[in-house]
């Protein structure tokens, strides 16, 4: 089984920058793509961010500039840094992590979630 834990959310000013962390824990053969979600109230969850296991990135385009997403290996943790934020990237933020087991089965994963605010 594996576990995610989400920190680094809150409430913070327009313009202001926050840094998502998710970090991995349990026994797994190897971390393969992750990625940050996001819902907002009354919409669905949407895509905002993903990495794959060789490093490649995309991004959904209104983030596009003010996000970077990173991961680090070694610690299991993925990374969402956020810049310039804008009270439309009000939501929870959610972490997704596929991993391969050790019956070389992929399985993917979800933290709990935390709240972004961005509000004056």
């Known amino acids: 089984q594996v576990q995610l834990v989400e920190s680094g959310g809150g409430l913070v000013q327009p313009g202001g920058s926050l840094r998502l962390s998710c970090a991995a824990s349990?026994?797994?053969?190897?971390?393969?793509?992750m990625g940050w979600y996001r819902q907002a109230p009354g919409k669905q969850r949407e895509l905002v961010a993903h990495?794959?296991?060789?490093?490649?990135?995309n991004y959904v385009d209104s983030v596009k500039g003010r996000f970077t997403i990173s991961r680090d290996n070694a610690k299991r943790t993925v990374y969402l840094q956020m810049n310039s934020l804008k009270p439309m990237d009000t939501a929870v933020y959610y972490c997704?992590?596929?991993?391969?087991?050790?019956?070389?089965?992929?399985?993917?994963?979800w933290g709990q979630g935390t709240q972004v605010t961005v509000s004056s």
């Open positions: 997704n992590v596929e991993v391969t087991d050790w019956r070389f089965a992929r399985r993917a994963y």
């Open positions: 990495i794959t296991s060789e490093g490649t990135t």
């Open positions: 349990g026994s797994f053969l190897r971390l393969n793509d």
